[in-house]
């Protein structure tokens, strides 16, 4: 296992070194077909299950597919190291997942990482802090920055305040810094 993820770590730095990264190219993917999806997924699962067994040393990792959300869930006992601070290792988990689909043509969309379901909590408290900021900012005509977010988490609060007519949100900064800051909408405007 160990030597098919270096395999892949050095053919992405000399696909980067020559410019030729899948994620630069300007042709979008396909879905794989119908038959080929399934067996796709699973290898997803697969190295997903793998890498997080040899992170974690947990041999009882389970994996959940949601093909419909484009979401794989992981749940085992000690999944923290697999986590990571503040979802860090979540992250890169996805992005390494997602060059995997991409080189292998397995989904034209990106698919989403969750451990012991830690971003579906992390995207409810987003959420409620969201609804709570956006009252206020409406209520007192204020505009306010919330702290930086990963993409994920701005994703939540944009969705979440859509709908809302006395509100805008606007996104700011650059990584590792943006930001999402919420502004109050005037009647009149």
Not at 153 to 178: C, D, M, Q, W
Request: aromatic share 4%; hydrophobic share 40%.
């Amino acid at each position: 296992m160990h030597d098919a993820l270096d395999s892949f770590v050095e053919s992405l730095k000399q696909e980067q070194e020559n410019d030729q990264l899948l994620e630069h190219s300007p042709k979008k993917l396909t879905i794989a077909e119908k038959d080929q999806d399934y067996k796709g997924w699973e290898k997803l699962e697969t190295v997903l299950k793998k890498v997080v067994e040899i992170i974690c040393m947990d041999p009882e990792v389970r994996v959940e597919t949601d093909t419909e959300e484009m979401m794989i869930s992981v749940y085992g006992k000690d999944l923290g190291m697999a986590i990571g601070k503040n979802g860090k290792n979540i992250e890169a988990l996805e992005h390494i997942i997602n060059l995997i689909a991409a080189r292998q043509k397995l989904a034209d969309t990106n698919i989403a990482i969750d451990i012991k379901d830690y971003r579906k909590k992390k995207a409810e408290k987003v959420k409620k802090t969201a609804l709570k900021m956006a009252e206020k900012a409406a209520k007192e005509g204020i505009k306010i920055k919330l702290k930086p977010m990963s993409a994920f988490e701005r994703k939540v609060v944009h969705n979440a305040l859509a709908g809302f007519k006395n509100i805008k949100t606007i996104s700011k900064n650059r990584e590792p810094y943006r930001r999402i800051v919420i502004y109050p909408v005037q009647e009149n405007q």
